[in-house]
């Protein structure tokens, strides 16, 4: 199978106006319609979408200098209440999604309180809202101030990015409660003996089960990231390509993640949003958009995955989960769960996704038209995400090909 066009033939047709873009549920119809060899010499990307709650999310800083200065490194700082990590320079500071005040409830819920935390300051931040810093330090020589308290917004600070070391799982675990009490999870509410399953994913729109076996996403990749512009910048966080994969190369399990960064100052509160987790906590919900280059019918293959053909584990979150290593009740497709029903142990549960199939079909189609336009070119990554070894190919795939 030679390689019918390269990332650089298909940059000069999006600056020519000319390039063929699909989103990925597209991209399945031509395919079934025209077969792979027809669709990859007809269409040059597909775009993926996904927008779901990202704990390992966080906000990256420069607050810019005081009159006289104070180094907050080695201090304290609380953004809106919510505390922010000071190990760093004088006025750089980490906001984590998830951290919460000092005194808010924890996990013990409430009827009415959501909680307010890091994922919120980060929206927050976004949407160009004043925000309330409050920091102590310990006073040098250079740095003699010892307290501040003042409002900003993101446009009085120098630098605001977005730097989250996990993003985009590749697959995930479908969970449910096998237990005797409602139980309160990052998951959301599981009811009781299987009162229902929660899953988190846009199955065949999600960037990372179009490109199986990270042929084009790597280190460097450009990307949509919270309605601005932002890179692959490392593979992420329990980055885990060594799982289960069945005919297609889709992992069965929990596997790849990535590591990405952007401008915060380019992004729309509408792609970035604070979530709270009722009884659990909070989060930040982001939108990732990745274009995938169709340089060959392998490509062509991969991009037409759908629901049908991707699988997640159910899990039990009320014992196996948080005492070992996550056991497998059953698999189930997602189309199945998007139907809003799935059978386990012989009972019939409604399912529930924590994450917004209409935003991630809004973040490839905004991806598509930005492409179209010729506003946003593809990137050669400089480096391979680990994976599956290079030359092996799955033995059905290979016989497909």
Do not use: W
């Amino acid at each position: 199978m030679g390689v019918l066009k390269t990332i650089e033939e298909i940059n000069e047709k999006i600056a020519k106006g000319k390039a063929v873009v699909v989103t990925a549920e597209e991209m399945i119809h031509i395919v079934r319609e025209k077969g792979e060899a027809r669709a990859a010499r007809e269409v040059d990307v597909v775009t993926t979408g996904t927008f779901a709650p990202m704990c390992s999310s966080s906000a990256v800083l420069n607050l810019g200098h005081t009159k006289p200065r104070i180094k907050l490194g080695g201090g304290t700082c609380y953004i809106n209440g919510v505390p922010a990590y000071t190990g760093l320079a004088a006025v750089d500071v980490i906001v984590g999604a998830t951290a919460l005040p000092d005194r808010d409830p924890r996990n013990h819920p409430h009827p009415g309180e959501f909680p307010y935390g890091g994922g919120h300051v980060i929206e927050d931040l976004v949407a160009g809202r004043d925000l309330l810093l409050e920091g102590k330090a310990y006073g040098t020589d250079c740095y003699p101030r010892r307290e501040i308290k003042t409002l900003f917004n993101i446009h009085e600070i120098n630098e605001a990015i977005l730097y989250n070391p996990r993003n985009c799982y590749q697959n995930y675990n479908v969970a449910v409660n096998l237990g005797d009490k409602t139980i309160y999870t990052y998951m959301g509410v599981l009811k009781p003996h299987l009162g229902n399953a929660n899953y988190c994913s846009a199955g065949e729109l999600s960037p990372l089960l179009n490109d199986p076996l990270y042929r084009t996403i790597g280190i460097g990749t450009r990307i949509f990231l919270g309605g601005g512009v932002g890179y692959v910048v490392f593979y992420g966080t329990q980055h885990n390509p060594s799982v289960p994969r069945n005919e297609r190369g889709v992992p069965t399990r929990p596997s790849g993640t990535l590591a990405v960064m952007g401008d915060l100052k380019g992004m729309n509160p509408r792609y970035i949003k604070g979530v709270s987790v009722y009884g659990y906590g909070t989060s930040l919900s982001v939108g990732i958009g990745i274009p995938i280059p169709i340089l060959d019918e392998e490509l062509a293959y991969f991009t037409s995955v759908s629901n049908e053909e991707i699988v997640a584990p159910v899990v039990d979150y009320s014992h196996t989960y948080p005492e070992r290593e996550p056991q497998v009740i059953t698999e189930v497709s997602y189309a199945q769960l998007r139907s809003g029903e799935m059978e386990v142990n012989g009972k019939k549960i409604k399912t529930g996704a924590i994450s917004s199939i209409p935003l991630a079909r809004e973040v490839a189609q905004t991806l598509k038209e930005e492409i179209q336009k010729g506003r946003f070119t593809l990137t050669q990554p400089v480096e391979r995400l680990p994976g599956v070894e290079d030359g092996v190919k799955l033995k059905t795939l290979n016989q497909r090909l």
